[in-house]
Antibody, heavy 122, light 106 residues
């Protein structure tokens, strides 16, 4: 069974840092792009970042320069390093797998984790 | 940034009826559009990718159409489990963007 399991969320003060992880199983991890999507309480979905199978990275403007996405193909794990956190970063953070294994074809996010909550507050 | 506008914000229907959800893009996204369903307390679920392709395991009552700037998700003969929030998402240009969602309620 294909599964993603996030961890690392919690309460952090404004300006602080947090590192999220997403453990994957049930598929050939290195073949697929992965992404982070967040959802503020009671709000819609917001794309955060994506990393290709080969390590190319993409970011939303709202997190560019503060967040860093990375992957460890030897451990089947995705990470999101979040620095200089702001109140508006408060959200559930989901990791998700891109459906297609074709390079550069990010056609949809077909497997999602259960999400991890990040709260930025003093 | 490509803005996706979904309409209506809320759609009230009954089981057995058909639902038509709209997603309009601020510029052409060709057919690079996906649809997701999200129920309370759950992660989103991919329904449709590339405008009209059903994802694995998605029932045939869900169908997508459109290209360019105007897209439609149709759910024929609504089942009780279909009442949820639906989002469209484009991948034509970076950044990837989502619509604000349509709430489908009984």
């Amino acid at each position: 069974e294909v599964q993603l399991l996030e961890s690392g969320g919690g309460l952090v003060q404004p300006g602080g840092s947090l590192r999220l992880s997403c453990a994957a199983s049930g598929f050939t991890f290195s073949n697929y792009a992965l992404t982070w999507v967040r959802q503020a309480p009671g709000k819609g979905l917001e794309w955060v970042s994506l990393i290709s199978g080969s390590g190319n990275t993409y970011y939303a403007d709202s997190v560019e320069g503060r967040f860093t996405i990375s992957r460890d193909n030897s451990k089947n794990t995705l990470h999101l390093q979040m620095n200089s956190l702001r109140a508006e970063d408060t959200a559930i953070y989901y990791c998700a797998k891109v459906r297609s294994a074709a390079a550069g074809n990010y056609d949809g996010f077909d497997v999602w984790g259960q999400g991890t909550m990040v709260t930025v507050s003093s | 940034e490509i803005v996706l506008t979904q309409a209506p914000a809320t759609l009230s229907l009954s089981p057995g009826e058909s639902a038509t959800l709209s997603c309009r893009a601020s510029q052409s996204v060709d057919r690079y559009l996906a649809w997701y369903q999200q129920k309370p307390g759950q992660a989103p679920r991919l329904l449709i990718y590339d405008a009209s392709n059903r994802a694995t395991g998605i029932p045939a009552r869900f169908s997508g159409s459109g290209s360019g700037t105007d897209f439609t998700l149709t759910i024929s003969s609504l089942e009780p489990e279909d009442f949820a929030v639906y989002y469209c998402q484009q991948r034509k240009n970076w950044p990837i963007t989502f619509g604000q969602g349509t709430r489908l309620e009984i």
